[in-house]
């Protein structure tokens, strides 16, 4: 008898929020910043764990994040193609929240308008009721945006459908040959 092993891990990035003074000095660099990845036509669970310049987990209750996907296939003209919010609201805090975990869930609906298999991921945080959004650093170069890769092969969705428009009797119904269902 075959033995398959498999592995449930999750996945857990790293953004580092310098909230306050930016001027302060990082102490602490974010290395080997590793690559998101989500697969299509499943939920995924990602947890972006929010650090301070110390590397000192940044208490988010209270605190609005913004999950963005964003194509730069074209580099002059990136956009964003999700946008996922995380509110962190003051009456019922996460135990999570106050260590600096930010939940993400992507739904397997939210991966259908993923067409490459290659984006960006940026973090955006403010408190609840202000206007200003404040960019949290992901990668090892101090940047805000990090690789994400959208893997489509694992969980294939429904076979393509055809549609026939419609067919009456004075019509010629169309016929299409899909194969041997087994």
């Given at each position: 008898?075959?033995?398959?092993i498999?592995?449930y891990?999750?996945?857990?990035?790293?953004?580092?929020?310098?909230?306050?003074?930016?001027s302060?000095?990082?102490?602490?660099?974010?290395?080997?910043?590793r690559?998101?990845?989500?697969?299509k036509g499943?939920?995924?669970?990602?947890?972006?764990?929010?650090m301070?310049?110390?590397?000192?987990p940044v208490n988010?209750?209270?605190?609005e994040i913004q999950?963005?996907?964003i194509?730069?296939y074209?580099?002059?003209?990136p956009?964003t193609?999700?946008?996922?919010?995380?509110v962190?609201?003051?009456?019922n805090?996460q135990?999570?929240a106050?260590?600096?975990?930010?939940?993400?869930t992507?739904s397997?609906?939210?991966t259908?308008g993923?067409?490459?298999?290659?984006?960006?991921?940026?973090l955006?945080?403010?408190?609840?009721g202000?206007?200003?959004?404040q960019?949290?650093?992901?990668d090892?170069?101090?940047?805000?945006s990090?690789?994400?890769?959208?893997?489509?092969?694992?969980?294939?969705?429904?076979?393509?459908?055809?549609?026939?428009?419609?067919?009456?009797?004075?019509?010629?119904?169309?016929?299409?040959?899909?194969?041997?269902?087994?």
């Amino acid at each position: 008898m075959q033995e398959i092993i498999s592995y449930y891990y999750q996945q857990t990035a790293v953004a580092v929020f310098a909230a306050g003074d930016q001027s302060i000095v990082q102490r602490n660099r974010i290395v080997y910043a590793r690559e998101l990845e989500i697969n299509k036509g499943v939920e995924n669970r990602l947890r972006i764990r929010v650090m301070n310049n110390e590397q000192k987990p940044v208490n988010l209750v209270g605190r609005e994040i913004q999950f963005l996907v964003i194509d730069d296939y074209v580099r002059d003209n990136p956009r964003t193609v999700l946008t996922l919010t995380v509110v962190n609201s003051l009456t019922n805090p996460q135990t999570d929240a106050t260590r600096g975990i930010c939940p993400v869930t992507i739904s397997r609906f939210d991966t259908t308008g993923l067409t490459r298999n290659q984006y960006r991921w940026a973090l955006k945080i403010r408190n609840i009721g202000d206007q200003q959004w404040q960019a949290a650093y992901v990668d090892d170069n101090w940047g805000t945006s990090g690789q994400l890769r959208v893997n489509s092969g694992s969980f294939p969705g429904a076979p393509a459908t055809y549609d026939l428009g419609n067919i009456s009797d004075e019509s010629v119904a169309a016929v299409y040959d899909l194969g041997e269902i087994r």
